[in-house]
């Protein structure tokens, strides 16, 4: 087994231990009381004596969660293509995007709640608006910037507009969804636990509302870090889909 390939999880595995371990001692050596800073050991007893609540509660999270990246990931990719091939309306489209993004989630959250009521589509909808930007920026991005000569090329053969959009745009714009990806697999996470707070009746974000109410703080970090090891594994798994659909890149680094 080759031990190099491992080395980035053992480094950040060592790293997550030695916080853990200094927080443990901190709130020993300090006596913190149980509902200012429970101790990671509280945490995770916590998580072991109610194994079936959080694994109910994450799974309508993660449902939530991904069902909004993936509308908003679709909307993005699918409204960079048009202000690509049809550019005379990117200022005016852009302009009410931008206008959408600067609106403060914790507003829309409540009247969307409020119209559409206490099921999942509307944390899946606040969960698309908060991922749509990020995509629509990037993939935006990738599908304008190609370089002169490659333009010449695909000219030179006549190709239509649409073949240049098929067999250059795209490929090209791949690594900057990527990009967006990255940015946007965290966020929706947080878009659905946000949703949540605003009114559900099942979920992490459901559970974390009711134990900071009740100041049962180890109930709230345990759904915490539940939500930060699903974050970190979607980010790996977005990492591992990356290397393998843009192949070339990866070849490229080892010549």
Same mark, same amino acid.
């Given at each position: 087994?080759?031990?190099?390939?491992?080395?980035?999880?053992?480094?950040?595995?060592?790293?997550?231990?030695?916080?853990?371990?200094?927080? +443990?001692?901190?709130?020993?050596? %300090?006596?913190?009381?149980?509902?200012?800073?429970?101790?990671?050991?509280?945490?995770?007893?916590? *998580?072991?004596?109610?194994? %079936?609540?959080?694994?109910?509660?994450?799974?309508?999270?993660?449902? +939530?969660?991904?069902?909004?990246?993936?509308?908003?990931?679709?909307?993005?990719?699918?409204?960079?293509?048009?202000?690509?091939?049809?550019?005379?309306?990117?200022?005016?489209?852009?302009?009410?995007?931008?206008?959408?993004?600067?609106?403060?989630l914790v507003a829309i959250a409540p009247l969307?709640?409020?119209?559409?009521?206490?099921?999942?589509?509307?944390?899946?909808?606040?969960?698309? %608006?908060?991922?749509?930007?990020?995509? *629509?920026?990037?993939?935006?991005?990738?599908?304008? /910037?190609?370089?002169?000569?490659?333009?010449?090329?695909?000219?030179?053969?006549?190709?239509?507009?649409?073949?240049?959009?098929?067999?250059?745009?795209?490929?090209?714009?791949?690594?900057?969804l990527f990009a967006a990806l990255k940015i946007?697999?965290?966020?929706?996470?947080?878009?659905?636990?946000?949703?949540?707070?605003?009114?559900?009746?099942?979920? %992490?974000?459901?559970?974390?509302?009711?134990?900071?109410?009740?100041?049962?703080?180890?109930?709230?970090?345990?759904?915490?870090?539940? *939500?930060?090891?699903?974050?970190?594994?979607?980010?790996?798994?977005?990492?591992?889909?990356?290397? /393998?659909?843009?192949?070339?890149?990866?070849?490229?680094?080892?010549?």
């Amino acid at each position: 087994m080759n031990l190099s390939i491992h080395r980035p999880a053992v480094i950040a595995g060592g790293i997550v231990l030695i916080f853990l371990t200094a927080w +443990e001692s901190t709130v020993h050596l %300090l006596k913190f009381p149980v509902y200012l800073l429970p101790a990671p050991s509280r945490v995770f007893r916590t *998580l072991f004596d109610h194994p %079936l609540l959080y694994l109910e509660a994450s799974a309508y999270t993660l449902g +939530e969660a991904l069902a909004g990246l993936l509308l908003g990931v679709l909307a993005g990719t699918i409204l960079a293509a048009l202000l690509t091939l049809f550019p005379g309306i990117e200022d005016g489209v852009m302009t009410l995007a931008i206008l959408i993004k600067s609106t403060p989630l914790v507003a829309i959250a409540p009247l969307l709640t409020l119209w559409l009521g206490f099921g999942v589509l509307p944390k899946i909808l606040i969960t698309a %608006l908060l991922t749509f930007f990020p995509v *629509l920026v990037n993939v935006l991005s990738g599908f304008q /910037r190609i370089d002169r000569p490659l333009m010449d090329l695909f000219h030179s053969y006549h190709a239509s507009r649409w073949e240049i959009f098929r067999y250059l745009r795209i490929p090209l714009a791949l690594p900057y969804l990527f990009a967006a990806l990255k940015i946007s697999t965290p966020l929706a996470l947080i878009g659905a636990v946000v949703a949540e707070w605003s009114g559900a009746s099942n979920g %992490l974000g459901h559970m974390m509302w009711l134990a900071y109410s009740n100041l049962n703080l180890p109930f709230m970090f345990a759904a915490t870090f539940i *939500l930060a090891a699903a974050g970190m594994l979607l980010y790996q798994l977005v990492l591992w889909t990356e290397q /393998r659909v843009i192949f070339w890149q990866t070849l490229s680094s080892e010549d």
